[in-house]
């Protein structure tokens, strides 16, 4: 089985790159499973039905997300309608929306887990844990588990994936939208990289335009985010997962400029 996991992707900038990239990217990989995380997939905070449903006409199956996936309050009903758009398992009970999805493939049935992570973020289930059980219950329909973890500390990445190494077929790390080099697949069969990176705007602060980060870390108060017109870059990754044990075969980087 094939997987292509395309990296947060950044507003309309970020959209547009997915749109015009979408084509030689299936040429090139023949993906039978496209993942992308779409958190910041509206004007970089959260996303809405309307964009979520314009990723999947451009053949996206499933859609992950984090943190920033509450930023826009009409996404709430949308999360329990679509069972593809998925939000990290571990926020406590009661929220919205559901933290995995199975999904067939013309190559066999793949699970896809969204978890998010603990260290500089928000005080969320423990993660490992959470990790155990949704991974226990997916495999009863798949061997194929592929988990999303969006979290910012590479340690806390990285110890997941270990803990997980053997039991999921890969762990990609997002939410720091920088892509990282060390992608490789672990001794007992589980595709790593700490964070796929983001589609989004290459002359920015991890998406944001570069004069209103520098004036938040100059000044220290609130500035507005907004996402700078120029150059765009798509980052990903893709695998090579056997379908029948849901062990992984190889992760490649992925990375297109505009
Ligand atoms: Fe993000
Ligand atoms: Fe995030």
New binding site residues.
């Given amino acids: 089985m094939k997987v292509l996991f395309i990296g947060?992707i950044i507003g309309e900038p970020g959209r547009k790159m997915v749109r015009a990239s979408m084509r030689s990217l299936m040429d090139a990989h023949a993906p039978d499973l496209v993942i992308a995380n779409g958190?910041?997939a509206a004007g970089g905070f959260g996303i809405t039905a309307d964009i979520a449903e314009e990723l999947f006409a451009l053949g996206i199956h499933t859609l992950t997300s984090?943190?920033?996936v509450w930023d826009k309050k009409e996404i709430e009903p949308y999360l329990t309608k679509q069972d593809r758009l998925i939000r990290p398992a571990n926020y406590p009970d009661g929220n919205p929306g559901y933290g995995s999805v199975v999904i067939s493939t013309a190559a066999g049935k793949a699970a896809v887990l969204n978890l998010e992570g603990r260290v500089f973020m928000s005080n969320l289930e423990d993660p490992f844990r959470a990790a155990d059980r949704e991974i226990e219950k997916l495999k009863l329909e798949t061997p194929v588990v592929i988990i999303d973890f969006?979290a910012e500390a590479t340690s806390e990445k990285i110890a997941l994936a270990w803990h997980v190494d053997g039991r999921a077929s890969a762990l990609i790390g997002?939410?720091t939208h920088v892509q990282t080099a060390d992608e490789r697949v672990l001794t007992n069969g589980t595709a790593f990289i700490t964070d796929a990176g983001m589609t989004g705007p290459t002359d920015s602060v991890i998406g944001v335009k570069k004069e209103q980060a520098i004036a938040r870390f100059l000044y220290q108060t609130p500035h507005r985010f907004e996402i700078p017109k120029g150059p765009v870059h798509l980052s990903a990754v893709v695998l090579d997962i056997d379908g029948k044990t849901g062990k992984a075969n190889s992760i490649q980087r992925v990375h297109m400029k505009s």
């Fill in positions: 947060d958190e910041n984090g943190n920033h969006h997002t939410h």
